[in-house]
């Protein structure tokens, strides 16, 4: 992770004109040749015009001044007028930018350049991987894409219910509504866009009762592209102007299902969810599915991988029961961080410690994955926790040094945003990871 450090902070410092560094380079080699040239041609009338400058400027300082002190004051005076010509020339430069594009565009904003500036910041950041599913992954891609627009996030397909359920139940595509939040939260401001996209219709709308426009888009997408749900992808993406990548963790069509603690067996997502006993293991209806070729080489060249947060048995363990996944994350050299819950979940997480969280992953796959754990300490309002306390759910208890115990390294802080529920603050998140990126801690 040394290494990494390092690379990314080179690049943090060059973002903003990387794309642009073959121009600045001709235009400076452009310049050399030029003043070469004219000095060349033109040294017979330059030399002796800068010699008469500097003997009168000599003769006039060394009036006022001591004579050993010139060459001092010519070294300051040189200094001031050159960053003086720097400053006036690059104002002057972004006023005729200004002026040229908007001659061009007159409706463009003028704060085009600032735009552009973070734009190339954003499109220079972190090759950043989030996985997992559900409303955390969807609240934690609204962060991060204010830090990086290298952002690829890998999504759990085990979504059985509601809209979701009723697609997969009569076609052949893999649940789209996880993806669907996802792009949406990705989205670079597109109200109008995002707002069609998560629209549902009303129950008087007769069979599309239910059905959110964007899982019913994406769908349209896939048959129109004989099946290919990436491209169908590909394309919503492209009409969100999304800032990084959305990916399904695997093409084929599985389910998840889940063993209790009393020995039964729960088939389903969305019945595993639904129950009130606590859940012993959770296993895919298909062993071994291929992963996403994508999603792995997006793994390979992370420089920070973050799963959760999320149901953890639902959300977080599925896409970790793909072994190409799961051997992808255990070799890459990027930061591996798993994000704990803030509120428990009846039957799914009763009673659930944060350090309950971690060893309910480890137990499914036998082995160490991540090595930082980011736990929240901070606690909601009063009102707040009564609310959750009447669904059976309380705050995570942060228990932080079993967690350190069991070999991780921790991120601590407050990360809830408050409002009519408790949730992660996805700003923060991105700001803690922006902050071990830069500085390794």
Same mark, same amino acid.
């Given at each position: 992770m040394g290494s990494l450090f390092s690379k990314y902070q080179v690049k943090k410092i060059l973002s903003p004109a990387l794309k642009l560094r073959g121009a600045i380079i001709g235009v400076l080699l452009g310049l050399a040749f030029f003043l070469v040239g004219f000095l060349i041609t033109f040294r017979n009338v330059i030399f002796p015009f800068f010699e008469n400058i500097h003997d009168r400027w000599y003769s006039s300082v060394s009036k006022l001044i001591n004579p050993n002190s010139i060459d001092l004051l010519n070294h300051y005076l040189g200094g001031i007028l050159l960053l003086l010509g720097f400053y006036i020339s690059v104002s002057n430069f972004r006023t005729i930018a200004r002026t040229i594009i908007q001659s061009v565009n007159p409706d463009v904003k003028p704060k085009i350049v600032n735009t552009y500036i $973070?734009?190339? +910041? *954003? @499109? =220079? /950041?972190? =090759? +950043? %991987? @989030? +996985?997992?599913g559900g409303t955390g992954l969807s609240t934690l891609l609204r962060g991060l894409k204010e830090v990086s627009s290298n952002i690829t996030a890998i999504v759990t397909v085990t979504d059985d219910g509601g809209s979701t359920g009723r697609i997969v139940k009569e076609t052949s595509l893999i649940p789209p509504g996880d993806i669907r939040n996802c792009l949406v939260s990705l989205a670079d401001d597109e109200k109008v866009m995002t707002s069609l996209f998560q629209h549902r219709f009303k129950i008087s709308s007769g069979s599309l009762s239910g059905h959110s426009v964007g899982n019913l888009l994406l769908l349209g997408l896939a048959e129109q592209y004989n099946g290919d749900f990436q491209k169908a992808l590909d394309i919503a993406s492209e009409v969100l102007s999304i800032r /990084?990548? %959305? !990916?399904p963790s695997t093409f084929s069509k599985i389910s998840l299902n889940a063993v209790l603690e009393n020995g039964t067996t729960v088939y389903g997502e969305s019945n595993i969810a639904s129950t009130n006993t606590p859940i012993d293991r959770v296993f895919l209806s298909t062993d071994n599915p291929p992963a996403h070729e994508d999603a792995i080489s997006a793994i390979n060249n992370a420089d920070l991988i973050c799963l959760g947060p999320g149901s953890v048995f639902t959300s977080v363990i599925p896409s970790l029961l793909i072994s190409e996944i799961r051997e992808a994350i255990e070799n890459s050299d990027a930061y591996k961080i798993y994000i704990c819950n803030v509120m428990t979940q009846p039957g799914e997480s009763t009673d659930f410690a944060a350090s309950h969280h971690v060893k309910a992953i480890e $137990? &499914? +796959? =036998? $082995? $160490? *994955?991540? =090595? &930082? %754990? !980011?736990v929240n300490t901070g606690v909601p309002t009063t009102a707040l926790l009564e609310k959750y306390v009447k669904e059976n759910q309380h705050l995570v208890y942060p228990d932080v040094e079993n967690i350190k115990n069991m070999g991780y390294k921790i991120l601590t802080g407050s990360f809830i945003s408050e409002s009519d529920y408790c949730r992660h603050d996805a700003s923060r998140i991105a700001t803690r990871f922006h902050n071990l990126l830069i500085r390794g801690y």
């Open positions: $973070k734009k190339q +910041i *954003l @499109a =220079n /950041g972190p =090759n +950043i %991987v @989030a +996985i997992g /990084g990548r %959305v !990916l $137990k &499914h +796959i =036998n $082995k $160490k *994955l991540f =090595n &930082h %754990v !980011l």
